[in-house]
């Protein structure tokens, strides 16, 4: 599926004739200024998007990514996209001393134009299924709309409510939002074209978010009895000053794991696929037999993966809505009563 991404980069190769691939690989799951949609001989088909960045004379500067491609020397109000160094792939700007600097910078990346593109697009699809409903409440769904309510009520009945019980209904807005917004920037990733490809559920800034707004939902609204056990265990009082940190550190450690296991799972996905079908032309130089045979395997394996991967954007999305809903029903925990 990403085939026709990868053969449109295929020409990007290091000055000695090889082949970058550590350059398709991390270009592909990075993010950039612009959206480069494919190669038509030498020419770069890409969508410019809006740098917005703050000088550091504290004046601000608006202009598309395409004005650095019209200039000779790449610098545009005396900004430039930086080729190397820390800031590499970053936009900088000279200071007084010479040195590079990093502005303000609140462009529309092409990893935010993709969330802003998908979130209106998931937005589509379950207002036309609320208004629908809205319109036949009488009616059993079908079609579509069925198939929708099926997807929601499977989500609110078997991890929303089982998971946190009591007073659920609080909280499946937020859980209902985060498994569609996962899950449906987990299918766009796996679109080799626009509007798809975006890697943004494997962007560690992305999964980042999501677990601070679950750390949000589960401490702000925890219980009494859930703080207690936090800052004053049951335990014997010789064992509290070693479980008051451990249960301190779990606050953290919980949200910690949300972010990892998403932006781990997605990124490698994507890493591998693209090293899968990179093995086609690392092998052109190899002869034909071993080409030959090395591209039926990319391809084999190429397409065992994108399967595999439609399965892990589903899973992925599950697991951390189930993980989400776990620890905010852990954070309910009512007081024991003994009688």
């Avoid at 996209?81 to 092409?110: C, H, N, Q």
Wanted: charged share 15%; net charge neutral; hydrophobic share 50%.
């Amino acid at each position: 599926m990403l085939m026709p991404v990868l053969s449109a980069s295929a020409a990007e190769s290091e000055g000695n004739g090889k082949l970058d691939v550590t350059g398709i690989v991390l270009g592909h799951i990075g993010d950039s200024y612009e959206w480069h949609i494919t190669t038509w001989g030498e020419t770069h088909i890409s969508i410019p998007l809006p740098v917005i960045v703050m000088g550091s004379n504290g004046q601000w500067h608006v202009f598309l990514s395409s004005e650095f491609h019209h200039s000779s020397t790449g610098e545009h109000e005396g900004f430039y996209i930086a080729k190397e160094g820390s800031f590499k792939d970053k936009i900088v700007e000279k200071s007084a001393t010479g040195a590079e600097t990093r502005p303000l910078d609140l462009s529309i990346t092409k990893t935010a134009f993709a969330i802003i593109l998908n979130s209106i697009l998931l937005c589509i699809i379950i207002l036309s299924v609320a208004r629908w409903a809205k319109r036949n409440p009488n009616q059993a769904p079908k079609g579509f709309a069925g198939f929708m309510e099926m997807f929601i009520m499977d989500i609110n009945d078997n991890v929303v409510k089982t998971c946190i019980g009591k007073g659920y209904e609080r909280y499946a807005p937020y859980l209902l939002t985060v498994f569609f917004f996962i899950f449906f920037n987990n299918l766009m990733g796996l679109i080799p074209i626009f509007p798809g490809g975006a890697n943004v559920t494997g962007n560690i800034a992305i999964t980042l978010t999501l677990a601070c707004c679950t750390f949000l939902a589960v401490n702000l609204f925890g219980t009494k009895e859930y703080w207690k056990e936090i800052f004053w265990p049951d335990v014997p009082m010789a064992l509290k000053p070693i479980m008051i940190p451990i249960e301190i550190v779990g606050i953290i450690t919980k949200p910690f794991a949300l972010m990892i296991r998403l932006f781990a799972n997605m990124m490698a996905g994507h890493s591998v696929i693209l090293s899968l079908v990179c093995l086609v032309f690392i092998t052109a130089v190899m002869g034909p037999a071993l080409n030959g045979s090395m591209t039926v395997l990319s391809v084999f394996f190429g397409i065992f993966m994108n399967i595999l991967e439609l399965l892990v954007a589903y899973i992925q999305a599950y697991v951390f809505t189930m993980l989400s809903a776990v620890f905010i029903g852990l954070s309910k925990v009512e007081p024991h009563h003994v009688k």
